[in-house]
């Protein structure tokens, strides 16, 4: 089953339709996004309003996510996109980089919340999307998804059961994931080919050789065995 089949394949056929935002768009963008999502109010884009969305000037601002929101998402167990509680596995949207760390540093949303951000979020599918900073200015910014230019429009969605989480050093609360139950991976929007994450890893690891370099052999062989476990995990085909 493609994660696109999975997360279309649970919940009632008729959901309540998205409440629209006063001033907004009467209609989601996404008539066929999961239940939880379609629950949630839109903005006036008809971009659904995902749990993690800080609030700017009055206004939801899909560029910021609001770090006042870790805390409820953990301590609740709430999905960190439509902030509903969570079961079974924990699925974190993030960056290939963090597919390769396997550290990331947003809460876990359910597996169709995450696979729905992946796709259909800007910030996630198109790497080339400016984050414009108009009316930002005194507010600290934390991008969604830590989506960063060399990540080529690969999101990755990576299920778990196993997970910890500690400050690292600036304070800010990071996952470290165990070994995925389910991952997915996306590009643009759309399901990624093996080339595709095969070619992120390759370049990942000439990124991380200089720092190798200086860590001698343990390290080298630290970042081979990452090599490995990344590779092991990209697509089939
Ligand atoms: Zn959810």
């Keep these: 089953m493609s994660p696109r089949d999975d997360m279309h394949s649970h919940g009632p056929k008729s959901p309540r339709p998205a409440r629209p935002v006063k001033g907004g768009a009467r209609r989601s963008r996404f008539p066929d996004a999961p239940e939880n999502i379609r629950r949630l109010k839109v903005d006036a884009r008809g971009f659904p309003i995902p749990y993690f969305v800080a609030m700017v000037n009055g206004k939801p601002d899909h ?12 301590a609740g167990g709430l999905c960190w996109i439509c902030g509903e509680p969570m079961g079974g596995d924990s699925a974190f949207v993030m960056g290939p980089t963090s597919a390769f760390t396997r550290v990331t540093s947003e809460p876990a949303s359910h597996w169709a919340c995450g ?3 992946a796709q259909a979020c800007p910030f996630l599918t198109q790497p080339r999307m400016r984050r414009n900073h108009k009316g930002l200015e005194g507010v600290t910014l934390t991008a969604p998804g830590n989506m960063l230019p060399q990540n080529g429009g690969l999101a990755v969605v990576w299920a778990t059961s196993t997970f910890t989480q500690a400050p690292n050093s600036e304070g800010k609360t990071t996952f470290s994931l165990g070994q995925p139950t389910q991952v997915a991976w996306f590009r643009e929007g759309r ?10 890893m390759r370049t990942t690891v000439g ?3 200089t720092l190798v370099e200086q860590g001698g052999p343990p390290a080298a062989k630290r970042l081979a065995e990452y090599r490995e476990r990344a590779l092991a995990l990209a697509p089939k085909s």
Aim: aromatic share 10%.
């Design 63 to 74: 560029r910021v996510v609001d770090p006042r929101k870790v805390q409820p998402a953990l």
């Design 115 to 117: 696979c729905f951000a």
């Design 191 to 200: 399901p990624a080919s093996r080339e595709e994450v095969v070619a992120f």
């Design 207 to 209: 990124r991380f050789r």
